[in-house]
């Protein structure tokens, strides 16, 4: 049986140059071939970021540090921006957590509205405030510059951004918005397997993680910066997938990071395009639209779940069927990672080939 090439918004297909970089015979984490596999791979991730501080690294899937991150750093209240599933359920982790926390919520398909997070925050209640950038649930991306703005305008409120679904597809202007958090996971535009999580933390993070009791340990920002400066990681890491790492972004300086943007522009063009001459429509509002993934409403009420299994019996591929509460209502196509214009045109044919 052919392999399932995956078009679904992660896990995504991981290539075969990538697998192979990752077999790259295994060293220790306490010694020079780390710290140098480390240095090698911190600058190139401090560009895609934009950021001068550092970049540190769990092994852990993004939800560890979206945990970390709220506990870490909340002592009054944490607002969680709500309007899909990933950012719905952050809230729930932060209940989990036993933090203070509320939600700013928008219908699932809508933005969080930038007004409303001022007005919210004006209430001098909260502390944190965490977005999550790209909705993969429902392909709406927030409006971070201006989202980050509102924010910027409380001296004591840390913004924590999710970039799961956007970093490396997108550019994050983490300095120039002045985000205190950045956080991303392997698995979704960066086309590795999934189990580690890269993230940025400002200074001003760092002094408010000082005063917070009971960070831990494996999650602990402090105990990840102390390491950092030694260039290591506070306790074993997933060194394979940091070999795959360091291939994938020496392909996407090989490639140039503004072309690799453009590219995923226009392979999410494509997909629109075939959005729009197939009759159906989108589920986020136009200008809020996901630049990584397209979600797409089933308007035209086929059976989601037949169709995908005609494509993956017949073509060998999947896209997602959409997730949460509006599984089947709409239909999710990746275009993130390693695809081509090429690819992505194969992968429309198949799928449109399958339709009822
Ligand atoms: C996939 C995803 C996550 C969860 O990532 P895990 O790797 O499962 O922890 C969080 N946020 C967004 C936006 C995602 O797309």
Not at 138 to 143: D, K, L, Q, R
Not at 222 to 240: G, Q, R, V, Y
Not at 268 to 278: A, G, P
Request: charged share 25%.
């Amino acid at each position: 049986m052919n392999p399932i090439k995956l078009y679904n918004p992660g896990p995504i297909n991981v290539s075969e140059d990538t697998y192979k970089a990752m077999s790259t015979a295994m060293i220790g984490h306490r010694g020079s071939d780390f710290v140098n596999l480390y240095e090698d791979i911190h600058p190139k991730l401090q560009k895609i970021f934009n950021t001068p501080e550092p970049v540190y690294l769990s092994t852990s899937s993004a939800w560890g540090i979206m945990e970390a991150s709220i506990k870490n750093l909340t002592s009054k209240k944490v607002l969680n921006c709500c309007n899909g599933a990933f950012s719905d359920k952050w809230l729930d982790v932060s209940k989990r957590c036993g933090l203070n926390a509320e939600s700013l919520s928008a219908e699932w398909g809508s933005p969080i509205c930038p007004e409303e997070l001022d007005k919210k925050l004006s209430t001098n209640e909260f502390d944190v405030v965490t977005l999550v950038h790209n909705e993969t649930s429902t392909g709406v991306m927030n409006p971070l510059k201006e989202i980050s703005e509102i924010v910027n305008k409380y001296e004591d409120v840390l913004l924590i951004v999710d970039t799961v679904s956007s970093f490396s597809a997108t550019p994050i202007n983490t300095e120039d918005y002045k985000i205190d958090v950045v956080l991303t996971g392997s698995q979704k535009a960066l086309a590795l397997p999934p189990g580690l999580a890269l993230f940025t933390v400002s200074e001003k993070a760092l002094k408010k993680a000082e005063t917070i009791p009971n960070r831990g340990y494996y999650f602990d920002f402090l105990e990840f910066h102390k390491n950092w400066k030694k260039m290591m990681t506070p306790s074993t890491p997933c060194i394979s997938l940091l070999y795959g790492l360091q291939h994938q972004l020496n392909k996407i300086f090989n490639e140039g990071i503004e072309a690799r943007y453009e590219r995923h522009q226009l392979l999410n063009n494509i997909v629109h395009s075939w959005v729009n001459d197939h009759g159906f429509e989108h589920f986020a509002p136009d200008g809020y639209r996901s630049k990584s993934l397209t979600c797409v409403a089933n308007n035209k009420d086929i059976d989601v779940p037949a169709w995908i299994k005609r494509m993956r019996e017949k073509h060998s591929l999947i896209i997602n069927g959409g997730y949460g509460k509006i599984k089947g209502t709409t239909f999710r196509i990746s275009n993130m990672g390693d695809e081509t214009a090429e690819s992505i045109k194969h992968m429309l044919e198949a799928i449109t080939d399958t339709l009822p």
